[in-house]
Nanobody, 126 residues
Framework: QVQLVESGGGSVRAGGSLRLSCAAS????????MGWYRQAPGKQRELVAV???????TYEDSVKGRFTISRDNAKNMVYLQMNTLEAEDTAVYYC????????????????????WGKGTLVTVSS
């Protein structure tokens, strides 16, 4: 199963910026959507942003205009540029990818599974 590894988390003051990166451990693989989720203390995990293979993006309302998701299909990587960070953005951020698997080498994907990274902590102080 494809492993996802996040990097780029850390601590920043409100109004600052951070850039998260996520790499898939194996290639070539077929990936449909790639995205970022977050989970704040005491809250459920929520979608932050997702990008389809064709570049179509979707954002959670509170991050629109502040966060930008992008992906590099050749490298199987996804990024999240976070600007104008707020204390409410404090959370563990998880990378997600919807990966296709074939039943023989070189064959087309016949089933799809979600892979998750272990998470990276983002702390925003006010």
């Amino acid at each position: 199963q494809v492993q996802l590894v996040e990097s780029g988390g850390g601590s920043v003051r409100a109004g600052g910026s951070l850039r998260l990166s996520c790499a898939a451990s194996e290639g070539p693989v077929t990936i449909r959507t790639m995205g970022w989720y977050r989970q704040a203390p005491g809250k459920q995990r929520e979608l932050v942003a997702v990008v389809a293979k064709d570049g179509t993006t979707t954002y959670e309302d509170s991050v629109k205009g502040r966060f930008t998701i992008s992906r590099d299909n050749a490298k199987n990587m996804v990024y999240l540029q976070m600007n104008t960070l707020e204390a409410e953005d404090t959370a563990v951020y998880y990378c997600n990818a919807n990966v296709g698997y074939s039943d023989y080498v070189g064959g087309p994907p016949v089933y799809w599974m979600d892979s998750w990274g272990k998470g990276t902590l983002v702390t925003v102080s006010s």
